[in-house]
């Protein structure tokens, strides 16, 4: 090759690169354009802000809504200034200095003292029951949630009696509150087929599985989700061609993992968490971690489709110092493999779940599993009534008190369970469980690869028509920004808002959302970062309590919550996957480091 040759193909290059920095992230009228870009990103910002002294001539301009005097924050760009916000039919059509012509039907919100930052983006969570699932983004939309991705943990919402499209179709019909996609879990599929509970799948019902998913796919589904834990037939065969399937249709995969990991370190040696003790510390080093497969298969599975994976909620996961473990594992896969993987967590230190299948369905006894995870009885307490022989044992929110009367109960579910019929997958009870480590949470949440999912969904009791629903289901957002920022100090201010939104944009492909610039769909939050906190707790009466501190929920330019309450508006919007999902988490962490370059990785 001649130096002439090279000198023009470098010129070309330049050129290329140069149109491709002048043109905005959210310009692309195809959402399937993979990334977005922060180098296309920050030339906006450059190009907005130097527009942004053009403004006070701009006197023509028209915008539906206004939102001024708030301290504008994009992740994306670096952006952080007093700016107002325009927005014209659901669209940010300018972000500026100053003040913007507001007139007519134009509305105006003062977002004086507050921080106006996109809207956030859950990247794991459930419908609830059937049709709540209008009802659970109501429930999310007031924690600033103003995307959601359901079907997760292995169940589609659809169930086996609708299919995806229709699903989808009815969901269109229903007035959303924020804006919804979902996930095709391999559970479902599992039964959509006729396999029992704790079956494996035979190769033709993995055929038949396939075959449902690639319809699922076709209709807009983003992937699979894997539920293994919470039936242990499935296999990791099946895992994998079904991996294989949505990575041909452009989707991804999520999962619940298999079995909850612990350190035997500090199984030997308790450190009386939550606090970092000499023993915790010394785990990190030693790591001898029991269920190591749970991880391992499904990095495997990301592998061998070399499909964009997320594995969910890691921190009720991974117990007793096996968190380090755990991430360090999924980081190395990352780096040194280049696979696309990522994970979630909720932020919660209590959640609700079947007491059977903590107990791994009666195979692991439960003093053995307290010892395990390093955890109590005490922290475990009924999230309902329950009853022998028609007598009250233990009331809703009774703690229990002793290793013998959980062992009592364990044996109680199990009969339970059997006298429910071996392929039934019903018979236990629910029960809180305080086990989730803080530090954990605290380790998790500092790595650029981690998301928040809020693992939520509303239900409702079938006789007395109240709530059924887990505190998180309110505030995973709003505790992230104050419980772990603001009053931990785990993550900075724009760490934890570059977490909630662009991260997760970029890594699902959602190229107008997660972004406040121009051109940009205007889901926005706005928040005040002094007193925005979770308040919903794991308590009688309190299982439902929105956060307090977000002001505006902002959904496709329409305002849907103000200042904690409802206006009525339901713009949200069925999100049909049309491209392909980029699972790019190295172009997630080369944005991270760019953001914040101090920070080790
Ligand atoms: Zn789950």
Known sequence: MSYRSRKSELIIAVLLALAAMILPACSSSDNGAAGGGSSNS???????????????????????????????????TGRDQTATVGIKDGVITKIAPGALPCEGDCQVVDASGLIVSPGFINT??????????????????????????GGNCGYSPNGTSMSMPAWLD??????????????????????????????????EQITQMAAILEGDLAAGSFGVSYGTFYDPGGTKEAMIALAKASKAEGGMAASHTREITFDLLNILFPYDGPAFTP?????????????????????????????????????????NGSITWALDTIQQAIRWQGLPLASDVIGYDTFKNDFYALTRYGMIPVGTLFKMAGVKPEQFWMAEDVFVDDELYMAAYERMTSVSQAEYLAAMFKAGRAHAGPDSDSGSVAIWCNIVDPVSTMLA??????????????????????????????????????????DLGAISLKQALFKATIAPAL????????????????????????????????????????????????VNGQIVVEHG?????????????????????????????????????
Request: hydrophobic letters at 35%; glycine letters at 10%; one cysteine or more.
């Open 42 to 76: 920050e030339a906006m910002y450059a190009l907005s802000t130097e527009k942004s002294s053009l403004a006070s001539v701009e006197s023509l301009a028209e915008y539906d809504l206004v939102i001024q005097n708030g301290r504008v924050i994009d992740p994306a």
């Open 124 to 149: 794991h969570t459930h419908e609830g029951g059937g049709m709540q699932f209008v009802e659970s983004g109501q429930a999310y939309v007031q924690d600033g949630i103003t995307f959601w991705l």
């Open 170 to 203: 009815e969901a269109e019909l229903q007035g959303l509150y924020n804006n919804y996609a979902t996930l095709s879990g391999h559970n479902t599929l599992r039964r959509n087929v006729g396999i029992g509970f704790n079956k494996p799948e035979s190769p």
């Open 279 to 319: 023993s915790f510390y010394l785990s990190q080093k030693i790591n001898l971690v029991i269920f190591k497969d749970s991880i391992t298969e499904a990095i495997d599975t990301c592998k061998e489709a070399d499909i964009p994976y997320i594995i969910s909620h890691l921190t009720d996961m991974a117990y």
């Open 445 to 486: 949440i500092k790595r650029p690869f981690v998301f928040m999912g809020n693992d939520g969904g509303v239900g409702r009791n079938s006789h007395t028509g109240a709530v059924d629903v887990q505190p998180r289901s309110y505030s995973c957002f709003s505790r992230l920004l104050g419980h772990w920022s603001r």
């Open 507 to 554: 890594w699902l492909g959602l190229d107008k959302k997660g972004r406040l610039q121009e051109g940009c769909d205007a889901d926005i939050t706005i928040f005040n970062p002094d007193t925005i906190i979770d308040r919903a707790k794991a308590e009688a009466g309190q299982l439902d309590l929105p956060p307090l501190g977000i002001e505006y929920v902002i």
């Open 565 to 601: 309450t409802f206006t009525g508006n339901t713009p949200g919007k069925v999100v049909r996957r049309t491209w392909q999902i980029p699972g790019n988490t190295r172009q997630v962490i080369a944005l991270y480091h760019k953001r914040f370059p101090l920070l080790p990785f």
